[in-house]
């Protein structure tokens, strides 16, 4: 993607201040819609869910005991992964977000959630609710752009790093919850001051997220394992939570990249988003900078209902259970204002995401500039820009684009 | 650890199974973290003890009159008790929402431990409404410990006056149950001077003329709509040895007030309990009010800037994040009063005992003031 002020058509072009006004007038009604009608209903929901959680999260680990067993090890490392993915995702996520705060239970609010993750609750509400949900995809605003460690738009400039870039995304997969811990601390960022320079925050932060990781690091591969060694299932139970874990990060770390990743999402110039922006143009900018997943029911639960990216990041405050029940309206709202409602299945977005990391891995046009005839001497290319320094880059840079004017011109 | 000396082997043996207890107790949070394990006990045994915050269950509903209900909770593990006569607080969750009230247990202790509040139905009352008419067996409430000073002495007086009105009836039930529930009732002359409105609104009424009938008390009914408003001069009337007894008062500030003044002339003690309907009164669109500071200064806000912009140009130091709305970085507690959502003009009020003992969450990025208010420190 290329910011939309950079495209040769602007999506938003056929859209008049007024309408951009009315768009966020006719939002803000369909969000006043749930505010009215928001209540024990939706209450009774997320009381439900934290309940089948922790029972699923405390069965599964009892199961774990016998984990000697392989098919106790199957069922409980099943049972737990869903735990730990409905646990960041439907409600550690949403709860966060302060979805639930209207509820005035302390114990399900935003001021007081802690959730199973590497990146304690104050740096993810910053890094996530604060940053991400403010600027969204404004390049150079939002660092969940590519999370400062990826090249996920045309703007970025092109570095011979980034040629690695689909190792790191399948790594920081594996790793996301470290991935998201180090992110919401600005850890590269931080790093590159020296030590004694750094701030007295970073400090605070850092301390407290080693001390959480520790803290989970120690339930997953401690307590739990030796709690199951009477029955010879240390190093079984430790695999089982290692696995869970495991497939929390793959699994979230898809669900989030389909939100902004896919091809087709919009992105902005920093310099295009005025100081006052107004809510309408705020509304617009997240409908055209996020993408839905479309899927059952049980698909919307797993992923924390972000399936409904879209929705979310119009209302991240409405509780979640309500996004299905608005999506309809919000994507007649798109049709009438003629603008492309992002949507589909999960493995399509997924692929579509991981198109986009793979094809930004190379400097922009290099790929539709090459075909099995030119291969040798474009790799040659892409060689001499990864090593022959930063001028050579940019002029190789500035003719793989020129070409690939002129391709699309004669298509 | 530092060793201290314990004369008796019985304390060495409690302290060995306190530190037993909690070493469990920190390998079982460690194997729940980021929970603790009350969140995981709370799923099956929310009544147990240790827990924090108390609760309680839903026993039973039952109607006193058509506007009024008896609600029998049973408490968690860690109710202290309490003297016929005290009040409790009550968180209710109605339509999703905790909102706190106060109101007077109803029975003495009781063999089966529950404990009892009796509801009327105000107009336009969120949570009493609720209640008497909306309120499901089972569903759990927040508790706390009972509190108040409105009791009987001990050793019990020979004389007794007291006088109620209305729903002032409902902790003098809960002290006139306890005491004709003993073995050996109390040898105490009891008067009791009872107003309401009318008799068929009257709750306890058939109860209270049992007594009445048993000889357990002298038994004054003054309905306003047979009798007239009660005028207190006439109490001496009523009730001719009045100045030989013990007086306990309970109902409507305005009957309170005359009855206060009515003892205070005569040289006589009152005893009172005030049910104090705090009124927050939110003031018409636009309207600002004083805004009270976390440090305690006050500084004058109007009724379109976000309290967070008028707190930190008081110099404030207060949590920020994206100032629109989203992201819930600014949220504190209101501790009092009222402020309006500048989005959409919804209001939210805090009432001092009614709106949870640490007031009600706010964006203060997107809410002005709406009249006086008070903010307090994130918690």
């Given amino acids: ?411 | 650890m530092a060793s201290i000396s314990v004369p008796s082997g019985a304390g060495q043996g409690a302290r060995r199974v306190t530190s037993l207890r909690s070493v469990l107790r920190r390998v079982a949070d460690a194997a729940v973290t980021p929970l603790d394990v009350d969140d995981v006990l709370d799923v099956f045994h929310p009544l147990r003890g240790g827990r924090d915050g108390l609760q309680g269950r839903i026993v039973s509903i039952t109607p006193e009159t058509a506007e009024s209900a008896t609600v029998l909770i049973k408490p968690g593990r860690d109710w202290a008790g309490h003297v016929p006569g005290q009040y409790v607080r009550i968180g209710v969750d109605v339509d999703g929402v905790r909102l706190w009230r106060t109101y007077s247990l109803t029975h003495g202790p009781r063999p089966d431990r529950c404990i009892s509040i009796t509801v009327k139905a105000i107009p336009g009352g969120v949570v009493s409404n609720h209640l008497v008419h909306h309120a499901q067996v089972g569903r759990m409430v927040q508790l706390e410990q009972a509190e108040g000073e409105f009791v009987l002495p001990q050793p019990m007086p020979a004389k007794l006056l007291l006088v109620t009105a209305g729903s002032g009836i409902t902790p003098v039930i809960g002290m006139l149950r306890n005491l004709f529930s003993r073995r050996v009732p109390p040898s105490t002359d009891i008067v009791l001077v009872h107003v309401n409105q009318s008799a068929d609104t009257a709750m306890f009424r058939d109860e209270l003329r049992a007594h009445g009938a048993a000889g357990r008390i002298t038994l004054l009914e003054r309905y306003d709509d047979q009798h007239g408003l009660l005028d207190v001069s006439d109490l001496a009337t009523l009730v001719p040895d009045l100045d030989e007894r013990l007086a306990y008062g309970c109902g409507p500030a305005g009957l309170l007030d005359a009855l206060e003044t009515y003892y205070d002339e005569r040289g006589q003690t009152l005893h009172t309990e005030r049910f104090r309907a705090q009124v927050v009164t939110a003031g018409a669109e636009g309207e600002g009010g004083t805004l009270t500071l976390p440090d305690g200064r006050q500084v004058e806000a109007d009724g379109a800037t976000p309290i967070l912009d008028v707190a930190e140009s008081a110099g404030a130091l207060m949590p920020s994040g994206c100032r629109m709305g989203v992201c819930f970085g600014c949220v504190i507690p209101l501790k009092s009063g009222a402020v309006r959502d500048l989005r959409n003009g919804a209001l939210t009020v805090a009432v001092p005992g009614e709106t949870g003992p640490d007031g009600v969450p706010v964006q203060t990025c997107i809410s002005a003031a709406a009249g006086d208010c008070e903010i307090g420190a994130r918690r």
């Avoid at chain 1, 072009?13 to 951009?20: F, G, K, Q, S, V």
């Avoid at chain 1, 999960?346 to 075909?371: C, D, E, I, Y």
Wanted: charged share 25%; hydrophobic share 40%; aromatic share 8%.
């Fill in chain 1, 1 to 411: 993607m290329t910011a939309i002020t950079k495209k040769p058509v602007n999506p938003t072009a056929h859209l008049t201040p007024e309408d951009i006004e009315q768009i966020g007038i006719e939002l803000d009604a369909i969000r006043q819609e749930v505010l009215d009608d928001r209540g024990e209903r939706d209450a009774a929901y997320i009381r439900k869910v934290v309940a089948i959680q922790r029972r699923l999260e405390l069965g599964s680990r009892a199961v774990l005991l016998g984990s000697a067993l392989p098919p106790l090890w199957v069922l409980g490392t099943v049972g737990l992964s869903v735990a730990k993915i409905l646990e960041n995702m439907e409600i550690g996520h949403n709860v966060m977000h302060g979805q639930w705060d209207w509820m005035r239970d302390p114990k399900i609010h935003s001021t007081t959630w802690e959730w199973d993750n590497a990146s304690t609750a104050d740096g993810w509400k910053h890094a996530h609710n604060e940053v991400h949900h403010t600027y969204t995809n404004i390049v150079g605003k939002d660092n969940d752009l590519g999370y400062g460690i990826m090249r996920v738009d045309e703007d970025q400039r092109w570095h011979p790093m980034f040629l690695a870039q689909p190792v790191w995304n399948f790594i920081n997969a594996c790793f996301f919850e470290y991935g998201i811990a180090a992110y919401d601390l600005e850890l590269g960022r931080n790093l590159r001051i020296p030590k004694e320079k750094r701030s007295a925050e970073f400090k605070a932060q850092l301390s407290k997220t080693l001390k959480k990781i520790r803290k989970q690091a120690t339930k997953d591969y401690v307590v739990n394992p030796a709690l199951a060694a009477p029955l010879g299932g240390f190093v079984p139970a430790l695999a089982a939570n290692f696995t869970a874990n495991l497939v929390r990060n793959l699994w979230s770390h898809s669900v989030i990249m389909c939100g902004h990743f896919p091809e087709g999402v919009e992105t902005f110039e920093k310099k295009s988003i005025p100081d006052d922006e107004t809510r309408g143009q705020w509304y617009l900018r997240q409908m055209l900078g996020s993408a839905n997943i479309s899927g059952s029911k049980a698909m919307h639960v797993m992923t924390g209902n972000l399936s409904h990216q879209i929705e979310h990041h119009l209302f991240p405050d409405l509780p979640s259970n309500r996004y299905a029940e608005v999506a309809p309206k919000v994507e007649a709202l798109f049709e009438k204002y003629d603008l492309n409602y992002h949507s589909a299945p999960l493995p399509q977005q997924v692929a579509s995401a991981w198109h986009k990391v793979v094809r930004l891995s190379l400097p922009n046009g290099w790929l539709a500039t090459t075909n099995r005839s030119n291969l040798v001497e474009q790799t040659k290319l892409l060689w001499a820009m990864s090593t022959k320094g930063p001028k050579v880059r940019r002029a190789a840079s500035a003719r793989l684009q020129q070409q690939e004017r002129r391709l699309a011109e004669a298509a």
